[in-house]
């Protein structure tokens, strides 16, 4: 039987990855730089010390600055929040009220720091659904090493093999895959190759169809 659910945030929860996949190349060409669509979709829920290699990889540059790069990201992708919002992803209120009703529980895991995922989950009044909060910030490697999905289970005092995993990227899948976890994929920015596909224990084209997985799972 599925114990927890363990959430990841950008792109699964809330629709903020578009402004990732928007905010990246905008700040590479603010530093001389050319960043490509594809490569600004490889950096979805990259933790460190994975991020700066691979920034420094797409940009043809091993001696680039990568938080300034990123902290100018990270400014931009601020003011295009404060201008057009953030949008839950569809589901996400019926799947999360199902777990609160059926006392399953729901932890958001991700690559963000807590006050970022606690402030923007405050925007959207989702908080009060989550029992924990678990930031790739906590642990030594971020996705897609297994450390952070890891982690959450112990904190919530679970084996891996009880909690659903949900995803939306190829970093993410791979993260919980390796730490044990089943994982479901709702596809946000692109559909998954095939390689992801043979990471997957399902995939669904928005949360609330999790709720029948998790029903299967009871018996």
């Known amino acids: 039987m599925i114990k927890a659910v363990l959430f990841d945030l950008d792109g699964t929860i809330i629709d903020t990855e578009k402004y990732y996949r928007r905010c990246w190349p905008l700040a590479a060409a603010h530093f001389g730089y050319k960043m490509t669509d594809e490569g600004a979709l490889s950096l979805r829920s990259l933790g460190r010390p994975f991020a700066p290699i691979k920034l420094a990889e797409l940009l043809g540059d091993e001696n680039i600055d990568y ?28 799947l999360l009220t199902f777990l609160r009703e059926n006392g399953i529980q729901a932890a958001v895991v991700t690559a963000s720091d807590i006050e970022r995922t606690e402030r923007y989950l405050g925007m959207v009044g989702l908080t009060e659904y989550f029992d924990r909060f678990i930031s790739a910030t906590m642990v030594k490697e971020g996705k897609p090493s297994p450390d952070v999905y890891a982690y959450a289970c112990r904190e919530l005092g679970l084996n891996p093999d009880m909690c659903l995993a949900v995803e939306d990227s190829p970093n993410g899948i791979s993260s919980a895959k390796s730490a044990g976890c089943k994982v479901v994929m709702v596809p946000d920015q692109a559909e998954p190759d095939e390689e992801t596909m043979e990471k997957l224990d399902a995939k669904v084209s928005s949360l609330d169809k999790i709720i029948e997985i998790i029903e299967r799972s009871k018996y």
């Open 67 to 94: 938080y300034a790069i990123r902290d100018y990201r990270k400014e931009i992708m601020e003011k295009m929040i404060e201008e057009e919002g953030i949008a839950v992803k569809p589901g996400a209120v019926e």
